[in-house]
Every structure is written in structure tokens, then in C-alpha cells.
């Protein structure tokens, strides 16, 4: 069975700051992955499918990418609506696992 | 602008059953696949099931599947998940959404708010 390792689970940072979450397949899924922003009472939000192709809407300091198995979400220049928990999400396979969720808090 | 609400979350017994509705408005809904996706209190999202754009085809997983179904209603532009059997593992904040044709039916590009879902005795 596929499983999604995401990292970290916890964040803190500045504002301005540029953070890094990295999801890991322990299997080939391809470039199908998706990157999903939650806050409480919010409906979550896609931000990221297909690895790197950035959802209409979205601003450009979040970026995605692909190495093999391994893919990483990038939000540059952090502002204060990005804190809120970030979901990694395979549909490669008919799982369709998320990952653990990385929680970017405000230092 | 594109809405989903879902309804029909609320306390109920293990081994009972519960009917979500998902009211869908300001898109095309014949168009589109819908998912049920959970999140336990204090744990991550979980993705329940799944139904095509024209309902003949149902995907769950392995921890609902044989317990719950999905219909849709294309006059009334709402999705149903039929939840059987319930147990307190069920215990949780239900959302609904909707996936459109670009790869695969599998991305979700809106979400509605959730219902929550208490499963206990």
C-alpha cells in the first residue's frame, strides 16, 4: 500500500519567511500529487495538482515541484493568511492517501 | 459563485445510520465527481468515497467501504453519503467536494465547510 510520509508537522516562522513541506511517496505515483491549505471553520483550499501546476486563483509564492517520489510545496515571502495546516495528497493510486499535515504556526 | 453545504451531521448510536447531504450551486453539477473526505478530531484529512460525474461509479476506502454509499441527485444538484453500521472510528468533521474532468476527476477544487459527524453511546 502506498504511504505518504510529510515533514515537518510543525512549523514556526516569520512573516516574510519562505517555508518548505516535502511529502514522500514509498512508491512511483507519478506527478500525482495535490497540496491543500486548511484553517479552522474554513474550507479547505487547493493550492497546488499534478505536482507543480499552481490552481487558478492562487498566488504565486506557493510553488510545487517533483523529485521522483519526493515532492515539495514552497510558499516564499509567508503572510499572515498562510498560517493554517497544509495537506499533501496522492491520486496515483486508488488510495488516495493524504499525508500527515504540516501546521505552520506564527514565531 | 460555486457553494457546497453540507448538512444532516448530528449525535448518533454505534451500528446506526446517517444520511450527508451535499447542496451544490453555481456550477454545472452534472459535470463534475464529488468526494467525502474526514477529518477525526485532532488528526489529519482521510478520504472516504467518491462518485463519477454521471453516478454509475463508486470508490471507497477500505475503512468505509461495504459500510457506506453515495447517490446523487442531479435535479436537486445534491450528493448523499449513506453512512451504515457506525462506529465511534466514524467520529468526525465530514466535507464535501467537488473534482472536476482535468486529471481524472481526482483534484478537489472546491470544498464545502463540513458537518460533523459524533458517533457515540
Known amino acids: 500500500d502506498v504511504q505518504m510520509t510529510q515533514s515537518p508537522s510543525n512549523l514556526s516562522v516569520f512573516i516574510g519567511d519562505t517555508v518548505t513541506i516535502t511529502c514522500r511517496a514509498n512508491q512511483n505515483i507519478g506527478p500525482w500529487l495535490a497540496w491543500y491549505q486548511i484553517k479552522p471553520g474554513r474550507a479547505p483550499k487547493l493550492l497546488i495538482f499534478k505536482a507543480s501546476s499552481l490552481e487558478s486563483g492562487v498566488p504565486s509564492r506557493f510553488s510545487g515541484s517533483r523529485s521522483g517520489t519526493q515532492f515539495t510545496l514552497t510558499i516564499n515571502n509567508l503572510q499572515p493568511e498562510d498560517f493554517a495546516t497544509y495537506y499533501c495528497q496522492e491520486y496515483g493510486t486508488n488510495s488516495r492517501i493524504f499525508g500527515q499535515g504540516t501546521k505552520v504556526e506564527i514565531k | 459563485q460555486v457553494q457546497l453545504v453540507e448538512s444532516g451531521g448530528g449525535v448518533v448510536q454505534p451500528l446506526m445510520s446517517l444520511r450527508l447531504s451535499c447542496a451544490a450551486s453555481g456550477f454545472a453539477f452534472n459535470s463534475y465527481a464529488f468526494y467525502w473526505v474526514r477529518q477525526a478530531p485532532g488528526k489529519g484529512l482521510e478520504w472516504v468515497g467518491l462518485?463519477?460525474?454521471?453516478?454509475?461509479?463508486?470508490y471507497f476506502s477500505a475503512s468505509v467501504k461495504g459500510r457506506f454509499t453515495m447517490s446523487r441527485d442531479d435535479s436537486s444538484n445534491t450528493v448523499y453519503l449513506h453512512m451504515n453500521r457506525l462506529s465511534p472510528d466514524d467520529t468526525g468533521i465530514y466535507y464535501c467536494?467537488?473534482?472536476?474532468?482535468?486529471?481524472?476527476?481526482?483534484?478537489?477544487?472546491?470544498w464545502g465547510q463540513g458537518t460533523l459527524v459524533s458517533v457515540s453511546s
Open positions: 462518485i463519477s460525474f454521471d453516478g454509475i461509479n463508486q
Open positions: 467536494a467537488r473534482a472536476p474532468p482535468r486529471d481524472g476527476y481526482n483534484t478537489l477544487d472546491s
